[in-house]
C-alpha cells in the first residue's frame, strides 16, 4: 500500500503535495519523495527514507519552487524501504519521473529484456522497471509521453497507480490505474491526483473516479482527456463530492466502524502483502528473520496488551505454542507492570498496540527493558510511542482505526501473530512441509473467505434488533475460539452497553448455566473444527433451559442449524484461523443491536481510543 498525490495548476505545487502525502501517511510509511518541474523549468527528485516528516527536513535549503508535482508515501512491497528504493524513480535518461502504488508481477522478465538492451538498475524495485519501459517505449516508437504510457502498460501485468513527469513536457501530468485507486480533483484551472480523495477534498469536491485500464492526461488549460489503453476515449463523469473532509472518510457508511468492519478483506490482505509469498509458500516477517537468533533461542514469551489488543494475543499465545512450540504467556499490561514479574534473558516480552500510546503497556515495555529483556512490538500506528520504544517489531497495516471499538485492527494483529508463529515454525522446523504449506495457502485465501462472510451483513442487520430487550448476554467458544468470544462480548459492552461476558464453552457448567432462562442470549462460536461435538453438547444444554442460542457455524452444518434460534454461517478453514472469520459476525451483531438502540457507535461513551493514562 502506497500514496500517491499530484498537482499541477498555477498554485505552488510542494505544500499542497506535502499536505496530501500527510493525509495519505496511512496508507504507506517506510519513505517519501516527490518530482517538481521547478520555477527554473527543471525537473528535480526528492526523496527519502522515513515519514512525510523526514522528507520535509530533507528538502529544507533545496529548490521546492514549481507548479507542477507529483508525490509519493511508500510502504515498501519489492526492495527494503531505503533512499534509493523510495519514489519518485527516474528513467535511465533521466528524462521521466514516475511514482507508483501496486506491484508489478511480471517485472523479472520486463527487466531482463530491457537489461539486455543496455537499461541499467538503480533500485531493486518494480516501479523502477516500468518508467524504464514507459522510456523504452517511448524512444523506440519515437512517440509522446501519453501514448508510451498507454502502449508500456499493455506489458505490464499486476495492479498499479501511477503518475509520470516529464522533463521535456513540462505542463503535463500522466496517470493511470488498474487495480489501485485513483481520483483526479477538477479545480480552477488547477488539477489534482491522489490516492483517494482525502488530499484533494479541501481544493476541490468535483473528482473523477479513473477506472481500471484508463490513462489520465493533465494538461494546462485543457480539459482531462482519459483513454483506455487502446487510445479509445473514455467518457468521464466528474463527481461533486458533497461531504466534508470527515464523512468523506467514512466513505459513504453511516459509521467508522461499520467501514472498518467492511475493510477487514482489504486489511487482512494488506498486512500479509509482502510478507506471504503464496506462489512460493513463504512467510517472511523481516522483524523476526531480522532477529532470529533471539527467537530461536527464546525460552519464552510474554505477550502484554490491553483491550481488543489482549484478545488478539490470546489467540497468538494458541498459534505460538502451535507452530513454533515456544511457551506463551498473556498478559494484561496493567498487571504486569506492577506485580514484579520473573522475567529472564532469554525470554521475549511482545507487546501489541492498534495505538502504540496506550501508557500500560508503555509501562510495561519499559519494566522489561529495565530487566534486559528483548521487547518486540505489534502495532498499526506508524511511529507511534511503542513502535519507537520497541527493540524491533511488526506494524499491522490496518491504517488509520477512527472507530473507538477496535475491528479491523484485531484482524490485523491476528494476522501477524500467525506470520509471525509461521516465521518462527518455519526456523525451527517446527512444522512439517506438508503442514506449513497448507497453513500458508489457507491464511492467502482468509481474504476472499473475509469477504465472503461479510455477506451475512443484511442478515444479522435484520435478527439483531431482537436482543434490544437485553440485558446481559453469554458468548462461548473453545480452543482458539475462546478469544474471539471475549472479543465478541467486549465488542457489545463497548458500543451497546448491554453487559456481556465471555467463557470457555466448558466452563459454561461451572456457573454461567446459572444465568441461562429464556431471555438469556447465547452466542456461540462452533465450527466444524476443534472440539466441536463438545460444543453441539453445550448448545443442547443451553436450550434444554430454553436459553436463545446464536450459533457461528460453518457452511454446510446441519446439526446446529437444526438446534440454534439464529445461525450465521462463515466459510470452511483450519481451525487456528477461524478467528479471523468468526470475529466479523460478532462485530456486526455488536454495530447492529447498538445502532438499533441508538447509541453513540463511534464514539461510544465513557471510553477513548487511546487510553494514555492509567
Ligand atoms: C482502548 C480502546 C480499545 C483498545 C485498547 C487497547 O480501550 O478503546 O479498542 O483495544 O484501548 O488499545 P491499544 O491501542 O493499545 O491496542
Known amino acids: 500500500m502506497c500514496g500517491i498525490v499530484g498537482y499541477i495548476g498555477n498554485q505552488q505545487a510542494y505544500p499542497i503535495l506535502i499536505k496530501g502525502l500527510q493525509r495519505l501517511e496511512y496508507r504507506g510509511y517506510d519513505s517519501a519523495g516527490v518530482a517538481l518541474i521547478t520555477d527554473s523549468n527543471d525537473m528535480v527528485v526528492y526523496k527519502t527514507k522515513g515519514k512525510v516528516s523526514d522528507l520535509e527536513d530533507f528538502v529544507q535549503s533545496k529548490d521546492v519552487s514549481g507548479t507542477v508535482g507529483i508525490a509519493h508515501t511508500r510502504w515498501a512491497t519489492h526492495g527494503e524501504p531505503n533512499n534509493v528504493n523510495a519514489h519518485p524513480h527516474y528513467s535511465q535518461s533521466e528524462n521521466l519521473a514516475l511514482i507508483h502504488n501496486g506491484i508489478i508481477e511480471n517485472y523479472a522478465i520486463l527487466k531482463e529484456d530491457l537489461m539486455k538492451r543496455g537499461y541499467t538498475f538503480k533500485s531493486n524495485t518494480d516501479t523502477e522497471v516500468l518508467v524504464q519501459l514507459i522510456e523504452y517505449v517511448k524512444v523506440s516508437n519515437n512517440t509522446d509521453i501519453f501514448h508510451a504510457v498507454q502502449l508500456a502498460l499493455t506489458q505490464v501485468i499486476g495492479a498499479y497507480a501511477i503518475a509520470v513527469l516529464e522533463r521535456n513536457n513540462p505542463n503535463c501530468i500522466v496517470a493511470a490505474r488498474k487495480s489501485s485507486p485513483l481520483v483526479v480533483g477538477i479545480g480552477d484551472d488547477e488539477f489534482f491526483l491522489g490516492s483517494d480523495a482525502s488530499p484533494i477534498i479541501e481544493y476541490t469536491n468535483r473528482v473523477i473516479y479513473i477506472d481500471d485500464d484508463e490513462v489520465v492526461r493533465l494538461e494546462r488549460g485543457k480539459e482531462p482527456r482519459i483513454t483506455n489503453l487502446n487510445n479509445v476515449e473514455k467518457p468521464h463523469q466528474i463527481m461533486e463530492l458533497e461531504m ?28 500479509m502483502r509482502g510478507r506471504i509469498n503464496i506462489d512460493r509458500n513463504t512467510v517472511a516477517m523481516s522483524g523476526i528473520i531480522d532477529n532470529k537468533e533471539k527467537f530461536m533461542n527464546a525460552r519464552r514469551i510474554i505477550i502484554v496488551a490491553c483491550g481488543t489488543s489482549w484478545h488478539a494475543g490470546l489467540i497468538g499465545e494458541y498459534l505460538i505454542e502451535e507452530f513454533a512450540r515456544i511457551p506463551v504467556e498473556v498478559e494484561y499490561a496493567s498487571e504486569f507492570r506492577y506485580r514484579n514479574p520473573v522475567l529472564n534473558k532469554d525470554d521475549i516480552v511482545i ?8 501508557a500500560d503497556t508503555l509501562a510495561a515495555i519499559e519494566l522489561a527493558h529495565n530487566q534486559g529483556v ?3 512490538g505489534i502495532c498499526n500506528v506508524i511511529g507511534s510511542s511503542i513502535a519507537r520504544n520497541t527493540d524491533s517489531g511488526s506494524y499491522t497495516h490496518a491504517g488509520p482505526e477512527i472507530g473507538v471499538a477496535s475491528t479491523k485492527a484485531f484482524t490485523a494483529q491476528v494476522t501477524v501473530l500467525s506470520l509471525i508463529a509461521l516465521t518462527i515454525a518455519k526456523e525451527k522446523g517446527t512444522l512439517s512441509k506438508e503442514l506449513f504449506e497448507s497453513y500458508v495457502t489457507e491464511l492467502s485465501s482468509i481474504p476472499d473467505k473475509m469477504e465472503e462472510t461479510l455477506g451475512v451483513s443484511s442478515y444479522i442487520e435484520k435478527f439483531s434488533g431482537i436482543f434490544t430487550y437485553a440485558k446481559n448476554f453469554i458468548y462461548l467458544g473453545r480452543g482458539y475460539n475462546y478469544p474471539v468470544a471475549l472479543e465478541g462480548a467486549l465488542k457489545l459492552k463497548e458500543i451497546s452497553y448491554i453487559h456481556a461476558e465471555g467463557y470457555p464453552a466448558a466452563e459454561m457448567k461451572h456457573g454461567p448455566i446459572a444465568l441461562i432462562d429464556s431471555e438469556m442470549p447465547v452466542v456461540v462460536i462452533a465450527p466444524n473444527k476443534g472440539m466441536y461435538e463438545k460444543v453441539v453438547s453445550n448448545i443442547q444444554e443451553i436450550k434444554a433451559r430454553k436459553g436463545r442460542v446464536v450459533a457461528i457455524i460453518t457452511k454446510g452444518d446441519t446439526a446446529i442449524k437444526g438446534m440454534a434460534d439464529y445461525y450465521i454461517e462463515i466459510p470452511e478453514t483450519c481451525e487456528c484461523f477461524v478467528p479471523l472469520l468468526a470475529a466479523l459476525p460478532l462485530q456486526l451483531m455488536a454495530y447492529y443491536i447498538a445502532v438499533v438502540k441508538g447509541c453513540n457507535v463511534d464514539q461510544p461513551r465513557n471510553l477513548a481510543k487511546s487510553v494514555t493514562v492509567e
Open 374 to 376: 528483548f521487547v518486540y
Open 244 to 271: 466534508s473532509l470527515s464523512e468523506l472518510e467514512k466513505g459513504g457508511y453511516q459509521h467508522f466502524m461499520l467501514k472498518e468492519i467492511f475493510e477487514q478483506a482489504k486489511t487482512v490482505r494488506e498486512c
Open 351 to 358: 507487546a501489541i498496540s492498534q495505538s502504540g500510546e496506550t
